[in-house]
């Protein structure tokens, strides 16, 4: 019976298998930051590390001609390492200089893509939730090569996302993407536009 069962439920997956309509994307972007100020001790990341790339993929399955599900990821490199020096109580006080590590993320996110239906560039708006890992650069001020609260560290927090975007068919399985939107944990502390541009590949 059990050997029936199995049969049958392979015989009915690999037509519906053949028909799903999965694919796989790829990306490339840039992220504007729109976190708030970095203020010390606050655990406010990335804003004094300007701005970042990010590199990412995931899967897709489209249930219906307006619907499609998905999961994704990508790693953010935020690269500048602030420096800078300053003197305290004003002019002839003592000099206090500092220096920092580049910060990375790393959000990992369900979504759902609404998609336009018979639109012929492939509109569509993206819907996501998620949780982010931020890694926040260590930063050093000397003297005392004292180490600012909260850096160093990596700090995970969930987020929400929306983003528009266009799929430009180049055949009837590949396509390129553009997609820009807004990315903000729930307290705010990570907020981010991400700008990507990615290959979207059907089977």
Not at 27 to 49: C, Q, R, T
Not at 133 to 139: F, N, P, W
Not at 148 to 169: C, D, H, K, L, N
Request: proline residues 5%; positive net charge.
């Amino acid at each position: 019976m059990k050997k029936t069962l199995a049969i049958v439920f392979i015989l009915t997956l690999i037509p519906a298998a053949a028909f799903a309509q999965w694919s796989v994307n790829f990306n490339y972007g840039w992220l504007g930051n729109a976190s708030p100020e970095w203020k010390v001790y606050d655990n406010k990341p990335f804003s004094i590390w300007g701005n970042g790339w990010q590199a990412g993929g995931g899967l897709e399955y489209r249930s219906k001609g307006w619907l499609a599900f998905g999961s994704c990821g990508s790693y953010q490199i935020f690269s500048k390492q602030p420096a800078g020096s300053a003197e305290l109580y004003g002019v002839g006080g003592p000099v206090v200089t500092w220096a920092g590590q580049s910060s990375w993320q790393a959000p990992v996110e369900l979504y759902i893509r609404l998609i336009k239906s018979k639109a012929l560039l492939g509109t569509n708006l993206k819907l996501g939730l998620g949780t982010v890992a931020s890694h926040i650069g260590k930063l050093t001020v000397i003297p005392g090569t004292e180490v600012i609260e909260g850096t160093g560290e990596t700090v995970y927090r969930p987020f929400g996302q929306i983003s528009a975007g266009i799929r430009v068919p180049i055949t009837a399985r590949l396509g390129i993407t553009v997609d820009y939107g807004y990315l903000s944990t729930f307290d705010r502390m990570v907020q981010e536009l991400p700008f990507q541009l990615g290959m979207n590949i059907k089977w």
